[in-house]
Every structure is written in structure tokens, then in C-alpha cells.
């Protein structure tokens, strides 16, 4: 079955400090990788996906993530935070054998501070 | 461009008692899939609908239920209501059955089960 694991509950930075917030998937295949935010109250907003091709995406917002298949991981990164960006993150990965859900991890929680 | 919405908002039940919630794909979509987010978790895969039919499930008990119309909105119903039952409930559009290329996610209904 697949799973993800996104082992840091919170993280706190400071505005304008880099950020990466770490993601690690177990898939039987490549998998389809993805990150979201949530802001409170708010739905999913999709950052970035990875299907195929280069390892590092980009994504909206100034985020990028890059997929390393050898450590099974999907690290998400901004080089200068911003207090806008305090929300939650969420790692997913799809699909799995039987069709096209997704699995998300637990989140991370990102605080800003001034 | 109307995104995905859902009714309503915030619900408040008490055990025992059945609840359906409702979801309007973003224009242009034919694939509906709900999750549930507990609080402080990610969100988990219930069951995704396609052609007004259940394609996927998740682990979830026969409580939960669901329906497509042909206009591809979709009812989620639960019936027999827990105290666990409360949570955030999402519903994710996207196209032609597969929802992971991109999956729009709607504001959720938030659930209260006393």
C-alpha cells in the first residue's frame, strides 16, 4: 500500500530565511507526487506536481520540490519565505494500483515569524 | 470560471442522525472524488465518482455513501452518525476519471457531530 510520511509537524522560520519541508512516499512504482497548502478554513490549493521528466519542479508561488527517487523522497523548498506562506502543507502521492485516490501525509505546519 | 463549491458550509449534528453534503465540480469536470480531513490530519480518500457511478473507494464503512447526477455535481451521504464522524469534508473535481493529472479541491464542509 502507499503511504506518505511528512515527518516534521511544525516548523517555524523567519521571513525571508529559505524553507524546505520534507516528504517521504512509499509507492511500489514511480508515482505521481504532489504538494498542496491550506490555508485556515480553506481547501486544498495545489503547489506543484511531479509525473515525469526532470526531478525538480517548479511550482506556484516561488516553490519548487525535487524528486529523489533513491531516497523516496519529494522535498518541497522556497528560498525566502514569506509571512503569507504560514499554512499547512500537504505531501500526497498517487495512484495506486486500483485506481487514481490519493494519499496525503500528515502536513506540516509552517509559522512565519516577522 | 466557477471553482469547485460545496454546501454547506458548516453543518452541526447529533449521533445517530444522517447528513448529505453537496459538491459542484469546477466547470468542465466530470469526476467527483470526497475526502475527509480530521482534524489535524491530512485529508483521507473516501470514494470518487465517474459517470454517475462509484469507481473507488476507500476505507470507509457502508455508512457513507454517495451519488453522481448528470450534471456530475454529487451528494455525499453518512448515515448513523458518530462523534468521529466529525471532520472537514473536501470534494476534488477533475477530468475524464482520473483524478490525479489535476484534482481542484472545493472550501470543504465542516462537519460537528455532538
Known amino acids: 500500500a502507499q503511504s506518505v510520511t511528512q515527518p516534521d509537524i511544525h516548523i517555524t522560520v523567519s521571513e525571508g530565511a529559505s524553507l524546505e519541508l520534507r516528504c517521504n512516499y512509499s509507492?511500489?512504482?514511480?508515482?505521481?507526487l504532489f504538494w498542496y497548502v491550506q490555508s485556515p478554513g480553506q481547501g486544498l490549493q495545489l503547489l506543484l506536481k511531479?509525473?515525469?521528466?526532470?526531478?525538480l519542479v517548479q511550482g506556484i508561488k516561488g516553490f519548487e520540490a525535487e524528486f529523489k527517487r533513491s531516497q523516496s523522497s519529494f522535498n518541497l523548498r522556497k528560498p525566502s519565505v514569506h509571512w503569507s506562506d504560514a499554512a499547512e502543507y500537504f505531501c500526497?502521492?498517487?495512484?495506486?494500483?486500483?485506481?487514481?485516490?490519493?494519499?496525503f501525509g500528515g502536513g506540516t505546519r509552517l509559522m512565519v515569524k516577522p | 470560471d466557477a471553482g469547485v463549491t460545496q454546501s454547506p458550509t458548516h453543518l452541526i449534528k447529533t449521533r445517530g442522525q444522517q447528513v448529505t453534503l453537496r459538491c459542484s465540480p469546477k466547470?468542465?469536470?466530470?469526476?467527483v472524488s470526497w475526502y475527509q480531513q480530521a482534524l489535524g490530519q491530512g485529508p483521507q480518500f473516501i470514494f470518487q465518482?465517474?459517470?454517475?457511478?462509484?469507481?473507488q473507494r476507500g476505507n470507509f464503512p457502508d455508512r457513507f455513501s454517495g451519488h453522481q447526477f448528470p450534471n456530475y455535481s454529487s451528494e455525499l451521504n453518512v448515515n448513523a452518525l458518530l462523534l468521529g464522524d466529525s471532520a472537514l469534508y473536501l470534494c476534488?473535481?477533475?477530468?475524464?476519471?482520473?483524478?490525479?493529472?489535476?484534482?481542484?479541491f472545493g472550501p470543504g464542509t465542516r462537519l460537528t457531530v455532538l
Open positions: 509507492y511500489g512504482a514511480t508515482p505521481y
Open positions: 465518482y465517474y459517470e454517475e457511478e462509484e469507481r
Open positions: 511531479y509525473f515525469s521528466g526532470d526531478t
Open positions: 500526497a502521492v498517487g495512484p495506486n494500483n486500483a485506481g487514481n485516490m490519493l494519499t
Open positions: 476534488a473535481s477533475s477530468l475524464g476519471g482520473r483524478a490525479v493529472g489535476e484534482q481542484f
Open positions: 466547470s468542465g469536470h466530470d469526476t
